[in-house]
């Protein structure tokens, strides 16, 4: 059983960053992999970003965010650089089983709450 909680989200301009957390209770967090996902009003929710054995991003943000992880403080993050309006979204973590990249949702077995990040133009 794994437990996550987000936290960074905020209002920001665009073209400004910021970095999300999400820590994880569970003594193997080390052997789950983690995605970040978002969804914004009215959208269906969309992969972001993963980290396992791979780190690996949807299009849209590759190149202005990356996502890293902290195994001793059971942490991941994921520093969002060059915000537009179009990163406006509630972004969860999520974990799977085992190190291989997924962009599926409905592969992930443990969520977080969310955090809200709002980017105005």
């Known amino acids: 059983q794994v437990q996550l909680v987000e936290s960074g989200g905020g209002l920001v301009q665009a073209g400004g960053s910021l970095r999300l957390s999400c820590a994880a209770s569970g003594r193997t967090f080390s052997s789950y992999s983690i995605g970040w996902f978002r969804q914004a009003p009215g959208k269906e929710r969309e992969f972001v970003a993963h980290i396992g054995w791979s780190t690996d991003y949807a299009d849209s943000v590759k190149g202005r965010f990356t996502i890293s992880r902290d195994n001793a403080k059971n942490t991941v993050y994921l520093q969002m650089n060059s915000l537009k309006p179009e990163d406006t979204a509630v972004y969860y973590c999520?974990?799977?089983?085992?190190?291989?990249?997924?962009?599926?949702?409905?592969?992930?077995?443990?969520w977080g709450q969310g955090t809200q990040v709002t980017v105005s133009s």
């Open positions: 999520a974990a799977r089983s085992g190190p291989f990249y997924s962009g599926n949702s409905n592969e992930y077995n443990y």
